[in-house]
C-alpha cells in the first residue's frame, strides 16, 4: 500500500483562490469504503447533506443538492434550467465569473444584457435596477464574492429589484458559501451554486446548488426540454427527491467528503465560522501593509476570504511569477496570480475554510519577509 | 477523527452495475492532500494519466482526458461537441444508455434516427449500415457493453460503415474500459467515454473520455458555439493541452485515485486482466446455473463484467427486490435490478475491476444459497 510513491509531493498550504486545503476528517472520509448509490445507508447521507446544504443556504428548498460536477457546471446547471433560446437575461459583470455567466448564457441563446463594473468594485444596484426596468428580463444573475477581483457584492437591492420586475434571480455563492452569510430565502433567490474547494474545505468536483419553487415552476413551464440531460432539474429531481429513481451515478466518495464537510461547519456553527474568517483577513492585511502590497477592493467590499492586493513596485520589477514559483517551491505555499484584465497586476490570497486561521497568515507573512529582501 | 461514526453502515460487496468497489490504494490515493489544479506536481499527474488512458484506450489521441462528470456526462460531452442542431444522428438503441443517447441527442437539436435491437441481443451490423446508407448521417453513435441488459456489441464492422459513410462515430465504453479491449484506433472511433466506477475500480465522478483529430476537426468546423461551455472541447484542451489555462477546478482528489486506478492496470496488465474478468463470469454462471438463473444473454455476446439473468419462478413468485435487499441487509451483497423494461424481469450482477475474482462470486452464490431456500 504505497499510492503515488514516487510522485507524491511536499504537502502544499493552499492559499490561492481555491481549492483550499482539506479537512483531515474530509480526506478521512472520501477513503471510506464505497457504497452502492441506491443503497439506503447511502440514501441517508444524502438525506442529510441535503438537509445541512439547506441550513448554510438558509433555505427551505427541498431541491438543495450536490450537483456532480464543478462550480462552473453549477453556473450552467442554473442558467441552462431557468433560460430558453431567445429568453433575456441581465448579468451584473464584475470580474470574470460575471463575464463567464455571459458566455455560458450566450451558449444558451439568450439575449443577453450585461451590466458592468470596474473589476475590483461591485455592481451599483442603480445601474442594475435600470437594466432590469428597461430589458424586463425573465433572469438577473449575478456573483456574490467575485473571485477574480475579491470584491464582495451586496446581494439584497439588486434581488428585489430584479424580483419586483418578475424576474429570477440567479446568485453564484461558489467562493462565499461557509464563509460569509448566504440567506437565499430572505433575499429572495430563486436558484444559486456553489463549489466546495473553497469555504467548505472539501475538494472539487461538486456544486452545491439549490433551486427554489419560482424556479421549478419556470422549468415546468418551459416550451421545450433543458438542452442538457446530465443537468436537468426535473430528471435530478426524481433522484434527490423521493422517488429515489436512478438518472447518473452519484459521485459517492465526494459526497462522503462533504458530507463531513457539512458536519465540520455545523459543529462550529456559522457565526463563528464567519468570525475566523474575517479575523484572518484582518491579520492578513495588516500584516501584508508593511511589505508594500496594498489591497486592490475598498475595505467595506473586502471579501474576507479571499484578499486581492497589488503588487509593490520591486515585486512587478522582476516579474511576479517568479515570487510566487519560489513560495510554492521553496516555503509550500500557494497565491493566486491575477485572472483576466489583472492578470500580471495582482495576487490573490486566499483564507478559505480551514485555512482561516492565524498559523496560515503568518506562514505566508514569514515566508514573503524572507523572498523579498532577495529580489 | 472519527469520521461519520455514527452513519458507518458496514462494507458492502458491490456486485451490481456500478458502482465496483474502489481498491484500497485508489482509496488511499483519494486522501492525499490536495495539490492545487495549476501546481506544476499535479500537472504532472495529470499527464500521467493522460498517457495511461491512452494505452487504456488504445489511441493516440492528445485530447484523452477525464471529463469532470461521470459516465452520462462523458456522453453528453461527445454529442454536444460533435453535434449542432438539425444535424442527423443514427443511434443504436440496445438498451437503457441507447435510449439515454437519443434523450441527450434530441436536446441539443439533432435529427435522430434509432435503430433498435430487442433487449439482451445487440444491434445488427446490417441494419446499422443501411440505416447509415438512408440517412447519410453527420454521427454514428451506439455502446460497446449495454450495461442495461449485459450484451457485448462488436464494433468494427458499424464502425466501418460509418466511416465509409463519412459519419463520426462515438461509441459508449463505460462498462467495457478496463475489462474488455477497446481499441479506438483500431476501429476507427472519433469520439468515446467511460466511467471511472465500473472496471477500473475507482469511485464514481469522473468520465475518461477522448476525442480523435476528425472529431477536433469537426468542432473547429461549427457554425455556433458548443451549447455547454463546461464540456466544450476547445475549452477543455487549453487546459488539457500545453498552454495550462485555467478553464474549471479540476477534481483533484478524484483525479489522484483515477491515477492509482490506472496504475494498477497497468501493474496487472490488460491482458490478464481481461482473463480474470471472463474467467470470474464462468464461474459465475455455472455456479447460477443449478439455482435456476439462466443468463438473458447468448453467449457469443455475454459481457465478461456483467452478467444479466433470468429469475426463476421462486424468486419472481416472491418478489425480485425483497431477496436483494435481504442479500444486501444479511449479506452486505449489492445486485443490480433490472433496468426500463427489463425491470422486475432480470437481475445484473457486476463482476468489475477489484471484483472479478472467484471470492466474490463465491460469496454471492453462497448468500444465495442461504436465502433461496427460505422462500
Known sequence: MEPMTASTPAPRLLLGPG????????????A???????????????????????RL??????????????????????????????DALVVGVAGVFGERMCDVA???????????AEPGTVLEAGAMSEAIARVRPRVVSFVHAETSTGAWQPVAEIAAAARSA?????LDCVTSLGGLPVELDAWGIDAAYSGTQKCLSCPPGLSPASFGPRALARVAERRRRVQSWYLDVCLLSSYYGSERVYHHTAPISAIFGLAEALRLVEEEGLPARFARHRRAAQRLVAGLAPLGFAPLVAAAHRLPMLTSVRLPERVLAGGEAPLRRRLL???????????????????????MGENAREEPVDRLLEALRTELPTL
Chains 1, 2 share one sequence.
Open 19 to 30: 481549492p483550499s486545503n482539506a479537512h483531515p476528517r474530509v480526506l478521512a472520509a472520501m
Open 166 to 170: 418578475g424576474a429570477l434571480v440567479v
Open 32 to 54: 471510506q469504503p464505497l457504497l452502492g448509490h441506491l443503497d439506503p445507508a447511502f440514501l441517508a447521507i444524502v438525506d442529510e447533506v441535503q438537509a445541512r446544504l439547506r
Open 329 to 351: 517551491e521553496r516555503h509550500g505555499i500557494e497565491v493566486g496570480g491575477g485572472l483576466g484584465k489583472l492578470a500580471g497586476r495582482i495576487w490573490r490570497i486566499g483564507l
Open 57 to 86: 443556504f438558509a433555505t427551505s428548498n427541498p431541491l438543495t443538492i450536490p450537483l456532480s460536477c464543478t462550480g462552473s457546471g453549477g453556473m450552467e446547471a442554473c442558467l441552462a434550467n431557468l433560460l430558453e433560446p431567445d
Open 106 to 116: 450566450a451558449r444558451i441563446g439568450a439575449r443577453v444584457t450585461r451590466v458592468d
